[in-house]
């Protein structure tokens, strides 16, 4: 694939195609999970279209994302754009978990609560109410402190690569 004659700076909108076209190219095994984090790394940084072309030159054209398929000259004198306000970076839902992965270990332990905790509190069985909490400190708790470990080395590289919408200059 050629690139385009021009290369412009790339908005955010355009740098998520991209990345949705590299996760369905991944999808489709076009792709393996080395090459397509190699590759989604280098779209969160290109800054200019040249920068995205070597990404899709063996990928069909159907995943091409338009800027590259279709690129138009931008106005020779846009309009500023008008300043937004700051969103929170939304995690790439790459390996179909969505969010917090620390909520499903969260919600086990409430369910171990409700239905061994909470029994041997109220029977006041000591030897119930001792091994409920030795289950909870063995399991549980390591469960929650990995969990919430990644999240936040998954939010901190996404900051470093600059996954954030609305972000200026990686703030």
Known sequence: ???PDHGYRLSDDERDEALERLRTALSEG????????SRS???L????????????????????PATLTNPQT???????????A????????????????????????GFLFVLWGLPAIISGNQYAIIGWLAFFALVVVPGLAVATTRELRARRTRRELGGGR??????
């Open 1 to 3: 694939m050629t690139s």
């Open 45 to 64: 940084t290109a800054v200019t279209t040249a920068d995205l072309a070597p990404l899709f030159d063996d990928i069909p054209p159907r995943l091409r």
């Open 86 to 109: 700051k969103t929170p970076a939304v995690p790439a839902a790459d390996d179909g978990r969505e969010g917090n992965r620390a909520t499903g270990p969260l919600i086990w332990g």
């Open 166 to 171: 609305g972000e200026i200059g990686g703030a």
């Open 74 to 84: 931008p106005p020779a004198d846009p309009a500023p754009a008008e300043p937004t």
């Open 41 to 43: 790394a280098t779209a």
């Open 30 to 37: 076009r792709l393996d999970l080395d090459e397509h984090e």
